[in-house]
């Protein structure tokens, strides 16, 4: 009887454990809010709830204004926190996403792959056939899939005159070097992907974009001349869906856990925050668009490390931050000068999102330098770092990108275990402000 009573009781304390488990995991995967597939219901969170003021919400209404925004949105948690549509914008009218739809094909040649319709190492004429391009065959064979979505093809991303970057006709897609050997972004390569995606579904692009993701998520845009539109909230419901790792709500449409990770890491050994059609933040060094030189330092030093985001000309926007839960969308016309992705708008939007806490004050770059002091440098074995604000992270990566684990103890780190050399030192202050330092280990 006693042995009994104590079998009975082992199997209460393992059913318990296995009912905490599964309700856990159920909470966790119920932490994000989907909004219904159909109509206009979308559940909001107050902004003060986040303790974000009204003054500097106005603050940065103002800024979007003056930089040609016509949407804008910010999602926490998947719900509205923030949602304004400037001039004769509304939350029905439809922008196009430029180079952002780069992503959203990314996307679904993830889902391409894991049905069993392409593989993107195979190289695209298995799929589209050959004399796509104008290069030798054996050079042209050298292009993967894989290749678009890492904008490593080789072709030349400046053909000439009349050529433009954009342009897939067979004639303006040159030659110029290897595939694999160097990093350029070319619209009209990666718009090949579209092609190769179609032509293995035996289906035009917009009904695979429906079938595959559209239905699935209630967006409702449309592909027109290979770039997507579609109204500011389809495009938070694509960057919602890819903050929680391509599932929609309990649907997983990216069922390629792999895939999906490498897309949003690190591609190639050229451009560390580029990885496959999607723009990467935290890196020790970026690579822009028409520019075939490497600088120093994270993409968006303002926006956290984690980001990632699909990025289009003249300032289209998807900012998806998996640490704090946030996506941001943003459309309109070019808030500089005509840029094809990145512009210095990012940095100077994220100095606005940071500073909408009034509990936090939000500071810029320039103000955290003044209050961080990290010495020696070069160092030996100890790093000190003595800071005036509130810290979330450090983080520290060599030359090519590695990342290496270090712990702030007592104001100081070890680094006597990293070999010698020059690294980069990421300091992110609790307001998301980044400060990059390079430290010579010696």
């Known amino acids: 009887m006693v042995s009994l009573s104590h079998q009975t009781f082992m199997k209460r304390i393992y059913f318990t454990s296995i009912l905490f488990v599964f309700c856990f995991t159920l909470t966790k995967a119920q932490s994000l809010y989907f909004p219904p597939l159909t109509g206009s219901t979308w559940d909001t969170i107050s902004p003060q709830s986040l303790n974000w003021c009204q003054a500097r919400i106005d603050s940065l209404y103002n800024y979007l204004q003056v930089k040609n925004t016509r949407s804008f949105i910010i999602l926490k948690n998947g719900k509205i926190v923030l949602e304004k549509y400037f001039g004769s914008y509304t939350v029905d009218s439809l922008h196009y996403w430029a180079s952002a739809s780069k992503s959203l094909t990314s996307f679904l040649t993830g889902i391409a792959q894991k049905n069993g319709l392409i593989n993107i190492n195979n190289k695209v004429s298995q799929y589209i056939g050959t004399g796509w391009t104008s290069a030798p065959l054996v050079k042209e064979n050298l292009i993967t899939v894989k290749n678009l979505l890492q904008m490593t093809s080789g072709l030349d991303d400046g053909p000439p005159f009349p050529c433009t970057n954009e342009d897939t006709a067979k004639s303006c897609l040159l030659y110029q070097v290897n595939a694999g050997t160097r990093w350029a972004y070319h619209t009209g390569a990666y718009k090949k992907v579209q092609d190769v995606i179609s032509t293995s579904a035996g289906l035009n692009y917009n009904t695979v974009t429906n079938n595959w993701i559209e239905s699935k998520t209630g967006m409702s845009g449309f592909w027109f001349q290979q770039v997507y539109y579609s109204t500011a909230r389809d495009m ?155 810290l979330r992270s450090i983080s520290i990566k060599n030359g090519i990108g590695q990342s290496f684990e270090i712990k702030l103890r007592n104001n100081t780190i070890d680094v006597s275990q990293l070999q010698k050399g020059l690294y980069f030192l990421t300091i992110t202050s609790s307001t998301n402000i980044n400060l990059v330092r390079k430290i010579v280990i010696d």
């Open 236 to 390: 938070a419901r694509f960057g919602l869906l890819n903050l929680n790792k391509g599932i929609w709500n309990t649907d997983t449409i990216m069922k390629d856990s792999l895939y999906f990770k490498a897309m949003i890491n690190t591609s190639q050994n050229f451009n560390q925050s580029y990885g496959y059609l999607w723009w990467l933040n935290g890196k020790a060094t970026y690579m822009n668009p028409g520019i075939q030189l490497v600088l120093n330092g994270p993409l968006i030093p303002n926006c956290p490390n984690d980001m990632f985001a699909a990025l289009g000309k003249n300032d289209q926007k998807i900012y998806v931050i998996p640490s704090t839960g946030m996506v941001v969308i943003r459309q309109g016309n070019s808030a500089e000068n005509v840029t094809f992705a990145l512009s210095t708008f990012d940095n100077t939007l994220w100095d606005y999102i940071n500073k909408l806490n009034c509990v936090n004050a939000g500071i810029n770059v320039n103000d955290l330098s003044q209050k961080i002091t990290i010495y020696p440098n070069p160092v030996k074995d100890m790093i000190t770092i003595k800071s005036d604000v509130e």
